[in-house]
């Protein structure tokens, strides 16, 4: 007995002893273990990120373009990403994500232990095989702003320290923002906002369960499900999400039997028109916003920062302004009886199939930007034949003609100037189709309000999708005649007057380099003393050499500059006759000061800019409004606007300069191609060998401008003017903008007087003088002008007593100069050409001739 009880006492003794043992030794390895742990943890905490940064995050987002109507017009980013804010994710939204991503995320405090555990078990269980995912959102969202993606220990040891320390920085819903708003979901798009455009062409508030379901799908592998190419695996991910938002509470069992009944629908797989469908294509307008303010913003900044740009585009000009230069660019392009096509062919064995060609066609890199009379569409050849051609039209008929009265305009046949095969532009007229091309001469016009600077239309070639080169702003070019202005500003500014009288004879300057330059009018004729006014209405380039020389070309010089026509103009006397280059751009700006008194305008596409927080950063304009606070304003009266801009000129003398521009619309080189029922002022402007021409005029509340030209200058041919090119896309335009702006007399400023005089000899005459060689002119108050040949200039230039001058009133014919019979050739197809002379000196630099 005692021994058993010995015995039984020892063994008692021993297992309470291996207990002891055990319960050390757990005691040690959970103390080892937390002891390891804290040990990792500390040595993985040093150098970590700054996860407080992030409740303070703006995420890049898209900077927009909007009208002044507020229709969006254009976007771009480096990321296609619309911020939304927590209050406005809907729950819907949050709620599959959270089902497919993280079902515990509103109850863990960062990292999910459990979730932990299951995937490290999973992994030892499957040897490594399988290594499921046990990050929770706030993981996700510390990856994805502060640390790499490698798939390591460390990382993820860093990631678990910062999501618990996020977790005391920010809420629940500030974490789930940052998270639904930073990750990429396809197509190039960045956070739910944006991804529920791309897929679905919907705002989040409008999103069905099924279809927030299917973004919740996409962060893990977008590619993977793709709804088109992977639609069976998308579904099936889709309908696990639905079934854990069903289990999670989120939504009704009813509500999850409909969802998953229904097919995935999407933009990809044509079930919805896409969100850029319904923005108008890309044009040099928001394209010259994209640049200017990338230039003022940074391009970093304005790709990326959200903003929110009111553009000052009048978008019913905007049409009219490209419609009114593409048809003068293919008006002469037509002329020239040249056909060159698009350069594109599909391959011959497309042809026979329709959905083949078809196919084709719609990957064919050409323009379909066009709408000139009506759409321009693409097409192919598919037949030709001596009295029609067939084609196939990539949004019309399969097979339609072409007549042979069609292409009456170009030189040869179907036969000569066609290939099957051949990629074209066609356009819908009448019962049938007709051909177009893209003409290879380009152009740009501009329009803006003489008053605010607002520009309401830029076009800036023919078709941007051809070329994105935007040649209102970007090609600088000899502006010809139309900077002779500038010239007769400085005379008026320096004391000059609308009536003295300027000798039009030969001159010869000595460039001492033995070279002669001799400046010649248009007409090759010589007029003798002419007024003032007769040298603009007819720009006469002697009478301008003449004049520039007499006030001094560093005078003319620092007018082009306080205008902004050049940055730095040399003070060359062939300068004064446009040879310097500048833009378009800097033109129309610059005559838009003469239209409003002389005051200084700066032009500009963008009437305000907003950050992504609706602050405005940027607002032109910068006039007072006195009266716009009050509640009331008495009837018949407006705000009380005080215009706070330097004075650029003299008010008077910008309203005489005015008016001697309007002498040449309404009798000088515009005459027969500017015919408006208001006041207009402007001056043409063709430069040698008509490489360039222009027309830059202005009513008493738009200013506008055209140029035309060959990107790589050549002459446009013998009769081309800014005038006869230029005149007709101002007249359309200003025919339309003066129906939405209107135009009235150009105002008057105080402190001079009229005056009759004879416009041909500029003698003085009664004040009831009449006829077509009367016009008033305005004078300064206390001037006692000379009149007549009383008040001569001849720059210091003489005279010969026996050169033959031309008759009282007889003027040029803009663009046909006289040509000497041995430059006139006969070609062999019976053409009559002319041989261009050998260059000169001033051939080459004399800038405009008329």
Not at 694 to 706: K, L, T
Not at 740 to 763: C, M, N
């Amino acid at each position: 007995m005692v021994l058993v009880r010995s015995a039984l006492s020892g063994l008692i003794m021993f297992i309470l002893s291996t207990l002891g043992g055990i319960f050390s030794f757990i005691t040690l390895g959970i103390v080892g273990a937390a002891v390891s742990v804290g040990a990792v943890l500390w040595i993985y905490s040093h150098d970590l990120p700054n996860e407080e940064q992030l409740a303070t995050y703006a995420p890049p987002t898209i900077s927009r373009i909007y009208s002044g109507e507020g229709v969006l017009m254009d976007e771009f980013a480096r990321e296609r990403r619309l911020f939304a804010s927590a209050e406005e994710i809907p729950d819907l939204v949050k709620q599959a994500f959270i089902s497919a991503e993280d079902k515990n995320f509103y109850n863990h405090a960062g990292y999910d232990p459990r979730a932990i555990t299951a995937a490290v078990v999973e992994a030892v269980r499957t040897r490594g095989r399988d290594v499921r995912g046990a990050s929770t959102i706030t993981q996700q969202v510390m990856k994805n702003f502060l640390l790499s993606s490698d798939r390591n220990v460390e990382r993820k040891i860093k990631e678990i320290i910062l999501a618990a320390r996020i977790e005391k920085t920010l809420n629940k819903e500030q974490i789930l923002e940052l998270y639904l708003n930073e990750i990429f979901l396809g197509q190039n798009s960045y956070g739910v906002a944006a991804a529920a455009q791309t897929y679905f062409n919907k705002s989040l508030e409008e999103l069905a369960v099924e279809e927030a379901a299917y973004l919740a799908v996409l962060p893990k592998a977008p590619s993977r499900y793709h709804p088109v190419r992977q639609n069976e695996r998308a579904v099936i991910r889709r309908d696990f999400v639905l079934r854990e938002m069903y289990e999670n509470g989120y939504i009704t069992r009813g509500e999850y039997e409909v969802a998953v009944a229904s097919p995935l629908r999407t933009v990809q797989s044509g079930d919805f028109v896409p969100f850029t469908a319904q923005m108008p294509p890309r044009d040099y307008f928001t394209d010259e916003i994209r640049r200017q303010l990338s230039r003022d913003f940074g391009e970093e900044e304005f790709f990326t920062s959200g903003l929110t740009v009111r553009a000052t585009i009048d978008r019913e000009l905007q049409g009219v302004a490209a419609r009114a230069l593409q048809r003068a660019l293919e008006t002469y392009d037509r002329e020239q009886g040249i056909w060159r096509g698009t350069n594109v062919t599909l391959p011959s064995e497309v042809l026979g199939s329709e959905t083949a060609w078809r196919d084709a066609l719609s990957d064919a890199d050409v323009p379909r930007d066009v709408n000139l009379d009506g759409p321009w569409q693409v097409a192919v050849v598919l037949d030709r034949g001596d009295r029609a051609m067939r084609i196939g039209v990539e949004d019309g008929p399969a097979r339609a003609e072409v007549p042979r009265s069609d292409i009456a305009w170009m030189t040869g046949n179907f036969y000569d100037n066609f290939e099957l095969g051949d990629v074209v532009h066609v356009r819908a007229e009448g019962d049938g189709w007709t051909l177009r091309q893209i003409p290879e001469v380009q152009g740009g016009f501009m329009a803006m309000d003489v008053n605010t600077g607002r520009v309401l239309a830029m076009q800036g070639g023919f078709s941007y999708q051809q070329s994105v080169f935007n040649r209102a702003t970007q090609a600088t070019r000899q502006p010809g005649s139309s900077f002779k202005p500038f010239v007769y500003a400085a005379a008026l500014d320096s004391g000059y007057a609308p009536s003295t009288i300027v000798i039009d004879a030969p001159i010869e300057i000595d460039q001492g380099n033995g070279e002669i330059w001799r400046p010649k009018n248009a007409s090759n004729k010589f007029y003798g003393p002419s007024p003032l006014r007769t040298g603009i209405e007819r720009s006469r380039n002697l009478m301008t050499v003449r004049l520039a020389q007499d006030v001094g070309m560093d005078t003319v010089a620092r007018y082009a500059e306080r205008f902004g026509v050049y940055d730095g103009m040399e003070p060359l006397l062939a300068n004064s006759l446009g040879s310097q280059e500048s833009t378009l751009y800097r033109m129309v700006a610059s005559y838009a000061m003469f239209a409003n008194g002389g005051e200084r305008v700066e032009p500009t596409l963008v009437d305000r800019i907003q950050d992504r927080y609706g602050r405005t950063v940027y607002r032109h304009d910068q006039r007072i409004c006195e009266t716009c606070a009050d509640a009331v304003i008495e009837a018949g009266r407006g705000p009380r606007i005080i215009s706070n801009r330097s004075q650029v000129m003299d008010a008077i003398t910008a309203y005489q300069l005015t008016s001697m521009m309007t002498g040449v619309v309404e009798r000088g080189t515009a005459a027969r191609t500017v015919n408006l029922p208001v006041p207009i002022a402007g001056k043409t402007g063709t430069t040698n060998d008509a490489k360039d021409v222009w027309f830059v005029g202005f009513s008493s509340s738009i200013a506008a401008g055209c140029y035309i030209g060959h990107d790589q200058p050549r002459s446009l041919g013998r009769g081309a003017s800014g005038g006869g090119m230029c005149g007709p896309v101002f007249n359309e335009f200003m025919a339309e903008a003066i129906k939405t702006y209107g135009a009235g007399p150009f105002e008057v400023p105080p402190g001079g007087y009229f005056v009759k005089i004879d416009r041909f000899s500029g003698a003085r005459l009664p004040d009831d003088a009449e006829g077509d060689f009367v016009v008033s002119e305005y004078f300064r108050e206390g001037e006692e002008p000379l009149f007549g040949m009383l008040a001569v200039v001849d720059g210091g230039f003489g005279m010969a007593s026996d050169l033959p001058l031309f008759a009282r009133g007889e003027g040029e014919v803009e663009g046909q100069l006289p040509v000497p019979e041995d430059q006139r050739v006969q070609t062999s197809t019976g053409e009559a050409v002319v041989v261009p002379g050998r260059a000169t000196f001033g051939t080459l630099s004399s800038g405009g001739l008329y």
